[in-house]
T-cell receptor, first 113, second 115 residues
Framework: GAGVSQSPRYKVAKRGQDVALRCDPI?????LFWYQQALGQGPEFLTY????????KSGLPSDRFFAERPEGSVSTLKIQRTQQEDSAVYLC???????????FGQGTRLTVV | GDSVTQMEGPVTLSEEAFLTINCTYT??????LFWYVQYPGEGLQLLLK?????DKGSNKGFEATYRKETTSFHLEKGSVQVSDSAVYFC??????????????FGSGTRLQVQP
């Protein structure tokens, strides 16, 4: 597609439930990023992929968060045993190699109840 | 570590007023600088960028100049429109050891333009 696509757009999860968020980057973009945006804040870095390799996961807040990009294209962010503090918008972005600018999807708003 | 500080909002202006949103940064390396905009109900969009000192980024009437000596990248527009109402994020990226260029964002400034 022409842009970064994320699904679902909205997700309501009961506390303790596992969730999976999908990102489909711009075709040909080797770099893929996940960010977490709390209400009223700027996005914060979670993890980075170059093709299928996860080169940096320093921003993942706990071992309940897991991301993968097995074929170097679509990526999935999984959150196990969701907690209320996981409620946020999860943004995916992609870029061409080491190009400085990144293109963002519309995000998935996760609400944990 | 890297950080971005931008002025708190909301900023409320009348149509055709002059806009300045201040942004300063600290970075461990030589950063590229960005302004992203988030219109209501939409995702983050790149507004403009500058990759080296004294570069001026511009788009849609908005401008920002990379000032290394003051570590600033203030956003300006000479005459705002109602359609400019949005949240504006200043951000930087530095090429890290792993080759990643993750963005570090400020907390955002909400701009409200009244007719």
């Amino acid at each position: 597609g022409a842009g970064v696509s994320q699904s679902p757009r909205y997700k309501v999860a009961k506390r303790g439930q596992d969730v999976a968020l999908r990102c489909d980057p711009i075709s040909g973009h080797v770099s893929l990023f996940w960010y977490q945006q709390a209400l009223g804040q700027g996005p914060e870095f979670l993890t980075y992929f170059q093709n299928e390799a996860q080169l940096d996961k320093s921003g993942l807040p706990s071992d309940r968060f897991f991301a993968e990009r097995p074929e170097g294209s679509v990526s999935t962010l999984k959150i196990q045993r969701t907690q209320q503090e996981d409620s946020a918008v999860y943004l995916c972005a992609s870029s061409l190699g080491q190009a400085p600018e990144a293109f963002f999807g519309q995000g998935t708003r996760l609400t944990v109840v | 570590g890297d950080s971005v500080t931008q002025m708190e909002g909301p900023v409320t202006l009348s149509e055709e007023a002059f806009l300045t949103i201040n942004c300063t940064y600290t970075a461990t390396g030589y950063p590229s600088l960005f302004w992203y905009v988030q219109y209501p109900g939409e995702g983050l969009q790149l507004l403009l960028k500058a990759t080296k000192a004294d570069d001026k980024g511009s788009n849609k009437g908005f401008e920002a100049t990379y000032r290394k000596e003051t570590t600033s990248f203030h956003l300006e527009k000479g005459s705002v429109q109602v359609s400019d109402s949005a949240v504006y994020f200043c951000a930087l990226s530095v090429l890290g050891d792993t080759g990643r260029r993750a963005l570090t964002f400020g907390s955002g400034t909400r701009l409200q333009v009244q007719p």
